[in-house]
């Protein structure tokens, strides 16, 4: 009998991984330079104004040659659910379908039509037009975020559907269930707005090089203004959204929560970690102590987690051996509830007799709530890596906050109109764009990485979704990918980098 | 409105509205066409800009109907898109490799400072002009020739070896390339690509001495064209076909199936032919009288008649993705599909698309009232 490779199952998600993060190298920059690009071509069409038409076309330029690479990394994301995850597609396609198309006909079709009039009616259509067109824009790309986040949110917030053993699939019971999961709304507005704050940083960052260069000077404080509100209002409202879906998190994904904290004994009126280290090779059961060392606010994770300072947090020891107290169940027994839930749809496909289909189905909907842990080999395998996790977490956290204060700084000095000497602010502001990508990245990090092993929360795991390909074949468009979009990351960064050294150019008509 | 209908109109609305999105993306390949066309015609740098200016700012919407295409098709036989895409993994992942460097082709390609430097990204375009429209090509024959797969849902209940849909033969795709039925379709598909390329360009460029030279390559696509076309067409009609027994759902095997199909539903074989003899018009017009309608000729008879072949595919009870290694577990629009709540939901979501396709007819109209010419790209900075 054939048994199952593991190593497809890693080398599958190596290449999703690998193809999501560089997609997500793009992505935030098009969400939110379309709609600065989009504030820059209004003001320009209220006032007519030649400058602002330059700075318009600068942006614009650079939203272009990060728009294409973007939209290269995206086409092979959506196909990767059939390639690499053949029995996830079928097994939740009647879900999860729906929004991938979706986003394809309500967001895609703007975005690719009006970014054709964006750069190149300026002499061809009538400059109300043009000007709405890149509002198309940004609101067709933000549109199109919507709809993958929905899909997201719904595989860590699986709501509105039913597994139907005749098919052996989920089907939809609740399109609206699926739409305005409380999961989606959270996760839609914190990753726009996190992305907006990229593409602040990104203006900013580019126009304080300028500043220092003493070149553009009207051009570059123009910019920094527009982005610094922009930025400002984005990352009080990214602070605040995350916030929301932390407390997500807590309800839907307990043992996520947990591995963000880094934390293993649960109990009432949990502390927040606010930095720490966590103890090398600490596993669950083991009697090491959590943290190395750790800066701790009294009772913020239950807060966080239940909007209650004395709520109990599990935490993952709790997770693993159950807790007869809050009533969570044990993952060994979660696992028997599972091979019952597989084993009890097996009888119910062969069986013959009418009854005995009924007592198997009936048996089979008594354990579907854990049927995705009838496939985990062992216990360490519904764990998933805490360190990547935590650390991920706190460092998506602390820059945040860092991130706040930066924008108020520069919005301050920008108002005051003494921005241009402060060097160390600027030079600042231009580290502020990495570390804005590294932030981002992070939280994707936190959300992916922090839901292992599962594909579908609690139903479906990594292993019993792939497709079944040799890992051979796996490896080789992995380090396809892997080469291909290097080599276009490095032309993007080179022809970005040119642009910008060149500057605005000055218009005359 | 939609839930009046029963599940079976809901898969056949389905599969319309997947052959409609399949047609409208063949006709869009006029960019891939335009690709291989630049360097047979363009004899230097300004001529090549013109010309890749000319189909390159359709390049997106090209991109986003195969998106969208693929997106359907998830969303209303999902069963398609794990067993196709997760069996037939290196015809997807070449014709997907063919599409990402397209996207930064014509953004980069005369940029300064661009790393790979301006043939690299010419090149790439080429390969995605000719790569793309064969291959898809090839993929599609298949719902006509069938291919080494099986399904076995049980086989989920398998806790060590879960997966449903396997392919059975090695090549994981790539041997679909060897069936001549496939390769027809492929290399009629990138002869037509060819065609309305050409005609885009005829209707899209202002410059007499390029048109005469597009002229030239137009009439030998069209020739190459017919000749893949009519073979395809012949074998498609005189083969066997994979029908599906409307009682007990068992798929078997009939002669003359797709002729069948056609003669079964009449006003299927009407848009064909009406189809047919619109492209054979365009061609006329473009070859012959140079005249800019040809596009449109060309272009309503490439989607009416790509349209009734996709129907044909899966409707009047045949099997749309047929398996050769057992007939049984052949995909049909029945056993492929989505719940009926998830097809009433999307069919609502679907009465969107004559606005979509407004809204870009206007977008294109107001875009395309200049045409491009050498003048136009020297001025314009945003030029590719």
Known sequence: METFDISLVDWSRAQFALTAIYHWIFVPLTLGLSFIVAFMHTIYYKTGSLKWKSTTKFWMKLFGINFAIGVATGIILEFEFGTNWSNYSWIVGDIFGAPLAIEGILAFFIESTFIAVMFFGWTRVSKKFHMLSSWFVAIGSNLSALWILVANAWMQNPVGMQFNPDTARNEMMNFWEVIFSPTAVHKFLHTITSSYVLASFFVIGVSAWFLLKGRHLEFAKRSILIAAVFGLLSSLFTAYSGDGSAYDVAQTQPMKFAAMEGLYDGKEGVDLIAVGMLTPGKKFNDTKDDFVFALKIPKMASILAFRNANAFVPGINDLVNGNKKYKIPALENRILNGKTAIAALRDYKTAKISIRKKQALEKFRLNYKDFGYGYLPDKDSAIPNVPLTFYSFHIMVGLGFLFIMVFALILFYSLKQTLDKKHLLLKLSILMIPLAYISSELGWIVAEVGRQPWTIQDLLPTMASTSHLSTSSVQITFWLFAILFTVLLIAEIKILLHQIKLGPKEERS | ?384
């Open chain 2, 1 to 384: 409105m939609f839930e009046t209908l029963s599940h079976l109109e809901l898969q056949q609305y389905w599969w319309m509205i997947i052959s409609l999105l399949g047609s409208l993306f063949v006709l869009m390949t006029f960019v891939q066409g335009g690709q291989t066309l630049v360097s047979q015609i363009a004899k230097n740098q300004t001529e090549r800009k013109v010309l890749f200016n000319s189909v390159g700012r359709k390049w997106d919407l090209t991109f986003t109907t195969l998106v969208t295409f693929g997106g359907a098709f998830f969303a209303s036989f999902p069963l398609f898109y794990s067993t196709s895409f997760g069996g037939a993994y290196w015809v997807w992942m070449i014709i997907l490799f063919s599409f990402i460097i397209q996207a930064v082709s014509y953004e980069y390609r005369t940029k300064t400072n661009n790393f790979l430097g301006e043939k690299t990204y010419n090149t790439f375009l080429f390969i995605n002009g000719l790569l793309a429209p064969i291959l898809i090509g090839v993929a599609v024959g298949t719902f006509f020739t069938g291919s080494e797969f099986s399904v076995d849902k049980l086989q989920l209940t398998n806790i060590n070896d879960p997966v449903i849909s396997r392919w059975e033969g090695a090549a994981h795709g790539l041997e679909a390339v060897l069936n001549i039925t496939n390769l027809a379709l492929g290399l009629a598909v990138f002869t037509l690509s060819r065609v309305l390329g050409a005609l885009y360009f005829i209707n899209n460029i202002d410059d007499e001495t390029l048109v005469e030279r597009i002229v030239k390559q137009l009439k030998r696509c069209s020739f190459a064209f017919l000749i893949f076309f009519l073979t395809f067409v012949a074998l498609l009609l005189t083969k066997k076909g994979f029908a599906v027994d409307t009682v007990n759902q068992e798929v078997y095997l009939e002669n003359y199936k797709y002729f069948h199909n056609f003669l079964h539903m009449p006003i299927v074989l009407i848009i064909f032919l009406l189809g047919v003899v619109f492209v054979l018009i365009g061609i006329y017009l473009g070859a012959f009288k140079k005249s800019i309608k040809a596009i449109w000729y060309a272009g309503i008879g490439t989607v009416a008649s790509v349209f009734s072949i996709f129907l044909i595919a899966g409707l009047n009870n045949t099997a749309f993705y047929p398996s050769t290694f057992d007939i049984q577990n052949s995909l049909t629009i029945q056993n492929a599909s989505s719940s009926k709540y998830t097809l009433t939901a999307m069919s609502y979501v679907s009465l969107i698309v004559p606005f979509v396709i407004l809204y870009i007819w206007y977008a294109w109209k107001s875009l395309n009232k200049k045409k491009v010419s050498k003048k136009d790209i020297e001025g314009d900075d945003m030029a590719y």
